[in-house]
């Protein structure tokens, strides 16, 4: 019965029929999100790979010159410096949000009166246009008649040129990205503390442990997966920051809060060098692909999946 | 039953009712439409804020009014990074708008690349247009490689506004023409307030870092020539002198805001209606803005000068895109925008100043006398095909000299090195 029916892939010739039968069906149900993918995803990333070997403003023909994008950006002092920008802005922003972020969801995953308001309240800054909120953080800025200045002016503190100077700038988008990340992370923090058993905290009290040790060794370890989700994509997202640069600084002064992804859109849609800008994108997926092989790798030694 | 009514199913009635639907659409049936066979629709790209799109409308509803065969669509981009972005990618695309305001840095690098018409093949069988109706000022900065390619919308030079009340409270004699840079440095200092470390009033500012019209002042240039420079002369004693005392005026004096600043307070003319400037160089454009000032008095003088006078000339026009299918149509409304008619919709507010001779003589256009006389000494900075390029080098130049990261010779020094490679590859 088995041999009359069986294939040596052991499906059914019933079932193979059935699925060729089903194969239009799944294509043609396919066929919208795979054509949206390809015409605006596959498409423009194929072509911007392409485009990377070749010198191109919109309106001459493209012009074949191999890997000399590289190379230029290779010798470009500015790429660099927008690099070194950049890793500055992802060593400052991400282990400030995270433990921010993840302090503050400590904080509110406990059993408080209001806490889903003090949540929706933290979570604000999040859904808030981050070209409004640029800008407000622009005055709060202002040295000379901003509210953070007159604030520190009340202890003594001379007026600070926050995004004035070359020293302060950069700290001072910092600031503002880590407030208005700070929900987004705590939110996804707080599913992750949601999702450890009470049960385990319970004995740990009934053993006697602090506060501390139960963070330490229940927490830390449990939590250790979302943690990990959190670092990538805050990783990942701060190689991407631009509209902050873009509304407060324009990349200024002297470059200084100039960062790759502002660097390829003053190439791309300033100086209409195409190619290059599509260069400097394919170094920067570079970048960002390298490092998330580096995290997966070492989440090895920390993150814990039982 | 006749062979017609047999014939003339239902189906056979839907199509001729859909027929004489589309036919009374063209017009066909319709006499009193029948101009529409005859309309041109064209495209007109500008840039500007509501204010300036409201011009754009006015100026369509006069067109309109005066002739039934052209009909134009404005493409308005809230800034000019919008527009000129909507500008070449639409060129890219092959799809262009017929007519494109064109600021002037940025003509000879669209020019070049045949973005743009020459005037010369627009106006070949045109006998009622004349380069010599315009003022050879503007329409020289519309030209490159001995090409117009567009006209000149109008021009905008410089000159010393100031807050007459400041002078009077701080017990000085009020600005005028004769000012050399050392009355414009001692009164600065002078209407400079702070409390502490706090500046409560800048005694000047010129908007951002504009030092050419300082190199000029001084009797030094800034490269060999405007139009597709090749060489940087700004290490020439002259222009380092000039460029140091420009400057100082940021760094040493403390006596101006610096760019960041100014971006911060939200721009140059915010700050001199908030009183918190007392005296600014800006163009002809900054009158209607400070036409609102209520709480104090205001007026305008020419600027301070060292060893001559010199200014900045800044300008746009309206040029025909060569991909446009309707080149005669957008020549004539061109036409019609850079005369009287369209010149008196945007400089009668006195947004800039007249290109058109004819218009310059009406007396409803008239001009400041500091403007009048700054027509004559003011030149355009650059015209290169590199510009977008060079910009943001030299910003990010002269911006390391206001932070004090640099001399204004080493920026003078480094702009030789890195923009001549430029110019000259």
């Not at chain 2, 589309?22 to 041109?40: C, D, I, K, M, S």
């Not at chain 2, 390029?389 to 702009?415: D, R």
Request: charged letters at 15%.
């Amino acid at each position: 019965m088995a041999a009359r029916s069986s294939t040596p892939g052991g499906m059914s010739f019933g079932r193979r029929l059935r699925r060729m039968h089903d194969l239009p069906w799944a294509v043609l149900f396919l066929a919208p999100s795979f054509l949206g993918f390809a015409v605006f995803t596959l498409f423009p990333v194929l072509y911007s790979a392409y485009l990377s070997f070749v010198d191109w403003n919109l309106i001459r023909d493209p012009v074949w010159v191999g890997f000399d994008n590289y190379r230029k950006a290779f010798n470009d002092p500015l790429f660099w410096k927008v690099m070194r920008n950049t890793f500055s802005y992802t060593a400052g922003s991400v282990p400030l949000g995270m433990a921010l972020s993840l302090g503050l969801a400590v904080l509110l995953n406990r059993k408080l009166r209001g806490v889903e308001i003090l949540r929706t309240l933290y979570f604000l800054p999040v859904v808030s246009s981050g070209v409004a909120v640029a800008m407000v953080w622009r005055w709060l800025y202002e040295p000379n008649f901003g509210l953070i200045n007159y604030v520190l002016s009340l202890v003594g503190i001379d007026p600070i040129g926050w995004l004035t100077t070359t020293e302060w700038a950069m700290p001072a988008i910092i600031l503002m990205s880590v407030w208005k990340g700070l929900g987004q992370s705590m939110v996804i923090f707080l599913a992750g503390l949601q999702s450890i058993p009470r049960q385990l905290y319970e004995a740990a009290e009934i053993d006697g442990a602090s506060r501390w040790q139960q963070f330490w060794d229940i927490t830390r370890p449990l939590l250790s997966p979302t943690t990990f989700f959190v670092l990538v994509i805050s990783i990942i997202g701060s190689f991407q920051v631009f509209s902050q640069v873009y509304v407060m600084t324009n990349g200024g002064p002297a470059n200084s809060t100039s960062t790759i992804v502002y660097y390829i859109y003053q190439k791309g849609f300033n100086e209409f060098q195409m190619g290059y800008a599509s260069t400097l994108s394919w170094l920067l997926f570079a970048v960002i692909f390298a490092f998330t092989l580096l995290q997966m790798r070492l989440q090895r030694n920390w993150v814990t999946y039982d | 039953m006749s062979t017609f009514t047999r014939s003339f199913n239902r189906r056979q009635a839907i199509g001729l009712g859909a027929a004489v639907a589309a036919t009374a659409g063209t017009g066909v049936l319709l006499p009193r439409r029948t101009f529409a066979q005859e309309t041109v629709n064209i495209t007109w790209a500008t840039w500007g804020g509501a204010a300036q799109a409201q011009l754009y409308t006015q100026a369509i509803e006069l067109f309109h009014a005066a002739q039934d065969t052209i009909r134009v669509s404005n493409i308005n981009s809230p800034d000019f990074e919008a527009h000129n972005q909507r500008t070449l990618t639409n060129a890219a695309g092959g799809n262009p708008a017929d007519i494109v305001m064109q600021p002037g840095e940025l003509l000879a690098n669209y020019a070049a690349q045949g973005v743009f018409e020459p005037v010369s093949s627009l106006a070949a069988n045109d006998s009622d247009w004349s380069v010599d109706d315009y003022f050879e000022n503007p329409i020289g900065a519309m030209t490159w490689n001995d090409e117009v390619w567009g006209l000149p919308k109008d021009f905008n030079v410089n000159a010393l506004y100031f807050n007459k009340n400041a002078f009077e409270e701080a017990g000085l004699a009020l600005p005028t023409s004769d000012w050399t840079w050392d009355d414009l440095l001692t009164n600065a200092q002078a209407l400079t307030s702070r409390d502490g470390a706090r500046v409560e009033r800048y005694g000047w500012s010129d908007g951002g870092i504009a030092p050419w019209q300082w190199v000029w002042q001084n009797g030094a240039e800034i490269f060999d020539q405007y139009q597709d420079p090749t060489e940087v002369l700004l290490t020439d004693p002259a222009a380092v002198e000039a460029l140091t005392y420009y400057f100082n005026l940021f760094t040493e004096e403390k006596v101006a805001p610096s760019p960041s600043e100014l971006t911060q307070a939200g721009g140059r003319q915010e700050l001199f209606m908030a009183g918190r400037t007392a005296m600014l160089y800006d163009h002809r454009g900054a009158t209607v803005p400070f036409a609102q000032i209520t709480n104090f008095e205001w007026d305008i003088v020419e600027m301070a000068h060292n060893v001559e006078r010199g200014g900045t000339l800044a300008f746009s026009g309206f040029c025909v895109s060569s991909g446009s299918q309707q080149k005669e149509a957008a020549w004539e409304f061109v036409k019609w925008l850079t005369g009287v008619d369209g010149v008196s919709v945007f400089v009668g507010g006195g947004n800039a100043l007249p290109a058109l001779k004819a218009a310059a003589e009406l007396p409803e256009l008239a001009v400041q006398e500091p403007f009048r006389n700054a027509v004559d000494y003011s030149r355009v900075v650059i015209q290169s095909q590199r510009y977008a390029e060079i910009a943001p080098i030299i910003s990010t130049e002269f911006e390391s000299v206001i932070l004090g990261k640099e001399t204004a010779e080493q920026a003078a020094t480094n702009l030789k090195d890195k923009l001549e490679p430029i110019f000259n590859s």
